[in-house]
């Protein structure tokens, strides 16, 4: 008999915790799950629509991946090309779940959607340039067309230069890009995965309280039901705090030596929308450009066409703003506050004497008009007009903060997998490129904590059922034409170019 309610408890319902769901409940059919999700809806925050920039990073458009050159004047595209890796693992897998029935209608999820990196100014534009022979040598990248033309951007997206003055500017553009709704992936894997035998997905349960039983092995993980405030509890052997901007509050709450020092700090979001057909039709890209001064690398303001329920409308910022939630529908103001704790007390204080950039940037940010908004996307759409845009919230996104940043005092701003030294619990940190890399992140949170399911070649086999690309090098010199075979498939399975 087994001496615990489940194997594993998976804490939120975003992206994170409904891929991992699924993917070891597909390698283990005798896996007991147990997810709990805080709202009533699912997947209702950072991974939702509207929440996110649904871009399926590739590190096709995004400067951010590619610093300012080197000495020599190349451009470093190493973390483009792991990050188009990585994506490509999500899009095996969401090929191979629409080919077994476990997500249906693509169209509802992923979409087509040109790439795009756009420059301007007469030391932008030879960046780009070296940045796209750095990019388009390698096999990922090949199909990527560079131009400075003004008729041929007009062609790529029209409205960045309508109304531009003469100035010089610059552009790349690859056609495999994709528009990626995860909050519509990670319903369709949530309500997969509570179809499944021993498999519960909870919404409207709370995880309050996760502690170790007292075989020091296993942990009792409590709940309260939202709508009457009744609590649970129950055991489990494992535990996934996919809680997005909750997960610092239970790794705290969870007592873990891993979890010592942590703490974050929230940055709020918002976006300007459009909905004029007449502008909307004239936009099919995600255009990307460089992050103004003092801006931290996740502000990079991008333009963008969103299908979002069978709708398409343009999205541009992200805008940044103040906040002490760390979550948009279910935290509370008290969220910062009660992440103070005297392990983190120093660290904090530290991070805010040496980010007096990024503390500027958000009063900045969070003292803009409507108008100020409306100058910013001019950068990229000139001829904007107020009328047609409107402000949106965004999600929130915490950025963790570590003790073992020591004197540098660092805020994190890429994702990481925190686990702790008996690999019975696993927490994701930290939003960026986040969603786009969820299936490579959570076969890491598989690797260490259930490597028995990836062991030997059997264990290969096992996962390639279900990511006919895991553990296959494919960004290596020579793999263009592996590459190409396998990518081809997925693509076709979930209507996206490749070239
Ligand atoms: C402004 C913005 C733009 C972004 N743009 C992109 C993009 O273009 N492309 C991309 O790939 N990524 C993007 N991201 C990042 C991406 O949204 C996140 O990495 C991803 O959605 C995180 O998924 P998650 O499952 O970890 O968290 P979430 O989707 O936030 O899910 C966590 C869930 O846990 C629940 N929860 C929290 N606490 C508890 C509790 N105590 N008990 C029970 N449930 C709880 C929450 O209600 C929530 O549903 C962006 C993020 C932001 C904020």
């Known amino acids: 008999m087994n001496s615990t309610d489940s194997d594993v408890v998976l804490i939120g319902s975003g992206i994170m915790s409904a891929t991992l769901g699924v993917l070891l409940k597909r390698l283990n059919p005798k896996l007991r799950i147990t997810l709990y999700e805080v709202a009533d809806e ?44 990585e994506f490509e693992a999500s899009l095996q897998f969401w090929a191979q779940c629409v080919a077994d029935g476990v997500l249906q209608d693509t169209t509802n999820f992923i979409n087509p959607v040109p790439h795009v990196s756009f420059v301007r100014t007469d030391e932008q534009v030879p960046y780009l340039k070296a940045r796209y022979d750095g990019m388009s040598a390698h096999h990922f990248f090949a199909p990527m067309e560079f131009t400075t033309d003004r008729a041929k951007i007009t062609e790529w997206a029209p409205l960045l230069t309508e109304g531009r003055a003469q100035e010089a500017i610059a552009a790349t553009k690859m056609n495999g890009g994709s528009d990626v709704n995860f909050g519509e992936i990670a319903r369709g894997l949530c309500a997969w995965l509570n179809e499944q035998e021993e498999c519960k997905v909870l919404p409207g349960h709370r995880v309050t309280d996760l502690s170790r039983r007292s075989d020091g092995k296993t942990w009792s993980v409590t709940a309260e039901r939202s709508f009457d405030g009744q609590a649970f509890t129950s055991s489990t052997n494992f535990i996934f705090v996919g ?10 709450n969870a007592g873990l030596p891993e979890a010592w020092g942590l703490g974050g700090f929230p940055i709020g979001g918002e ?50 703003s103040w906040t002490t939630k760390y979550l948009h529908r279910h935290g509370r103001y008290t969220d910062l ?12 204080l530290k991070i805010g004497a040496t980010n007096l950039d990024l503390i500027g940037y958000l009063v900045q940010q969070g003292t803009q008009t409507m108008e100020d908004r409306v100058n910013a996307l001019r950068e990229f759409y000139p001829a904007a007009k107020s009328t047609d845009w409107r402000l949106i919230e965004a999600g929130i996104r915490v950025q963790a903060i570590k003790k073992t940043d020591g004197e540098a005092g660092i805020v994190h ?50 996962m390639r059922q279900f990511i006919p690309t895991f553990d296959m090098d494919l960004k290596a010199d020579g793999a263009g034409a592996k590459f190409r075979e396998l990518a081809k498939p997925a693509r076709e399975q979930l209507g996206l170019a490749l070239d």
Not at 302 to 313: A, C, M, V
Not at 337 to 348: C, D, E, F, Y
Not at 426 to 432: H, Q, V
């Open 271 to 320: 976006w300007l929308v459009c909905d004029n057909p007449e502008v909307v039709s004239r936009h099919e890209a995600k255009v990307y450009g460089q992050s103004p001064g003092s801006a931290p690398t996740m502000a990079v303001p991008h333009l963008d066409t969103r299908i979002i329920n069978g709708r398409k409308s343009l999205l541009f910022g992200p805008y940044a």
């Open 42 to 85: 699912i997947s209702g925050e950072a991974s939702d629509g509207w929440h996110n920039a649904g871009t399926g990073h590739a590190g096709i458009c995004e400067l951010s991946y590619t610093p300012y050159p080197e000495p020599d004047g190349s451009v470093n595209v190493t973390k483009a090309i792991d990050i188009f890796q």
């Open 243 to 252: 809680a997005g901007g909750g997960s610092i509050l239970l790794l705290q």
């Open 413 to 462: 701003y890429g994702t990481e997998v925190l686990t702790s030294e008996d690999r019975s619990v696993s927490a994701l940190l930290g939003a960026s490129p986040g969603a786009s890399t969820s299936v490579h992140i959570v076969t890491e949170v598989i690797r260490k904590s259930f490597p028995e399911l990836l062991a030997g070649d059997e264990g290969v086999a096992r």
């Open 337 to 348: 506050l009660r992440s103070i704790k005297p392990h983190n007390l120093a660290t904090l």
